[in-house]
């Protein structure tokens, strides 16, 4: 109960900024009705209570799972049981991952029907399956991470100059949507568990690193099939959708039927494993798989509440604020409240804290959660701001961003300390959560709507990306503040 109540206090802490600031701007520059404001604060509620639940269920049901599984298959020593089952967990995780779902069913409606909502889940699963696999293998046989860092975002950047227009939106978008709060905590354990069998100063850097190359799979696995496909993105066809609001009570009751399946399908894949390895390997006492399956239980309640909370409060409020935010004229102003909302939203992402606890833990304590969080919010503040300035001025392509970025990002990652290389490249799947595929994404498009010649798609789309791009080169930085601090300490 204790640790329900510390983590309930966490929430309160983390979702209050943000609930502030756009408060402030219903009464000030962006007003938006009661009724939205209404949803927006009921929302809040929901996300608060949900998001407690939530983080209580994963420490003891979903990364307990992962930290088994890893640890299981790294002691086999068997390639070929690697990679079949870091295939299929990886796959199967992936595919019943909410935030795809949302971004899968948007590109559906983009492409008129051409590309399948279907589509677009099997051929991001398969990318993440095969990445969590190379990422396994990786941590068993000592390969370098930057180097496979390297030539995997080399591959990225080649396919990405060949993709239609639309794709590279879409799929770097795709790489952050990816690594939600169902898929983080449990790649991050899965990591922890295989990582765990090496020991040593080894085992602490190997930690980290494989949720950032499962990031990398939809970057992949996109941009194949747009060449394949030769399927152009440029409808605008979001836009009067995006207006179409429901009432308070109806829209909550609206989300909890899809979102009720989304969770069961994200967690039933999870618990069907689970069960496999209990019967193949695991043997646990009744006591502990009782434990497992009561977190997994408080999972799916506290998932449900935050996802019904984010869809049904928060993405109107965001896409309305945006629009009222833009249709001032005034550049400086959605610049400037961009960067604010970036800097908050990163305090209610609920994976942050997952990775954050997992770098306190591994680190004993040397790397303080705050200094991480903080490093994150200002990398993704950035981003957001960033990704305004692309809305409003039509010069500024996604690619002129993304490229110099990931080039500072790779290059930082052979000088930076390895396991930063690591933390950085998992927090740029963790900083992009439902929170920023919801909010931050329904803000962009609704600045979108309001700027002239804009569009929804085209300009809104990418401002995950931004999100999922700067942590990396935000914590790496650090790493060599850090590294840097060290050595005088020493020489002193």
């Known amino acids: 109960m204790n640790v329900l109540l510390q983590k309930f206090k966490e929430v ?63 002691k086999k020593r068997n390639v070929w049981l690697i990679v079949i089952f870091g295939f299929i967990l990886g796959f199967l995780i992936n595919a019943a991952e909410p935030d795809l779902q949302v971004l899968a069913r948007q590109v559906g409606i983009v492409t008129g029907g051409d590309i399948s909502q279907l ?29 496979l860092l390297t030539i995997l975002y080399m591959l990225i950047l080649v396919l990405g100059i060949f993709s239609p227009e639309g794709f590279l939106g879409i799929s770097f978008d795709a790489g952050g949507a990816t690594t939600g709060s169902m898929t983080v905590p449990f790649i991050l354990a899965l990591g922890l568990g295989i990582s765990s069998t090496q020991g040593g100063k080894k085992s602490e850097e190997d930690s980290f690193g494989l949720l950032g190359l499962a ?10 099939m747009g060449i394949i496909f030769r399927t152009e993105i440029v ?36 618990l069907i494993m689970f069960f496999i390895f209990q019967g193949l390997y695991f043997n646990l006492a009744k006591k502990e798989v009782f ?6 239980l408080y999972t799916f309640i506290g998932f449900v509440l935050f996802l019904v909370g984010v869809n049904a409060g928060f993405m109107e409020a965001g896409s309305a604020i ?48 705050p200094v991480i ?26 690619w002129h ?25 998992d927090s740029g799947g963790v900083a992009s959560g439902p929170m920023t595929a919801t909010f931050i994404l329904a803000f962009a498009q609704g600045v979108a709507r309001a700027v002239p010649g804009a569009n929804v798609l085209l300009d809104a789309f990418g401002v995950i990306a931004m999100v999922a791009l700067t942590p990396l080169i935000a914590i790496q930085t650090l790493g060599l503040v850090y590294e840097r601090k060290s050595g005088k300490r020493e020489l002193n």
């Open 12 to 74: 309160i802490i983390a979702v209050l900024p943000i609930t502030i600031i756009v408060l402030i701007l219903n009464f000030t520059a962006a007003p938006i009705g009661t009724e939205l404001i209404w949803k927006f604060v009921i929302g809040a509620l929901f996300i608060i209570f949900g998001l407690t639940i939530f983080l209580f269920g994963t420490e003891i049901g979903v990364q307990p799972i992962g930290q088994l599984m890893g640890s299981t298959l790294a």
């Open 119 to 147: 589509s677009i889940i099997i051929a991001v699963s398969i990318g993440v399956g095969i990445l969590v696999m190379m990422g396994m293998l990786r941590i068993i046989f000592g390969v370098a991470l930057n180097r």
């Open 215 to 224: 990031s990398a799979g939809p970057m992949i696995a996109l941009p194949l």
């Open 235 to 270: 409808s605008d066809s979001l836009t009067n959708a995006a207006m179409e609001y429901k009432s308070i009570f109806h829209s909550f009751l609206y989300e909890i039927p899809p979102v009720t399946l989304e969770v069961t399908m994200a967690l039933l894949p999870l």
């Open 291 to 296: 434990r497992i399956l009561k977190g997994l």
């Open 322 to 369: 945006g629009y009222a935010v833009a249709a001032t004229g005034n550049n400086v102003l959605v610049a400037t409240i961009g960067f604010f909302l970036g800097f908050t939203v990163i305090f209610a992402e609920p994976a942050v804290y997952v990775l954050n606890e997992q770098i306190q833990d591994v680190t004993s304590g040397h790397i303080k959660k």
């Open 373 to 398: 969080l903080y490093t994150l919010s200002i990398g993704v503040a950035l981003a957001v701001m960033l990704a305004m300035l692309r809305i409003l001025i039509p010069t500024i392509q996604l």
């Open 401 to 425: 961003y993304l490229l110099p970025g990931y080039i500072i990002a790779v290059t930082l990652s052979h000088y930076a300390p390895t396991l930063f290389v690591g933390i950085a490249f």
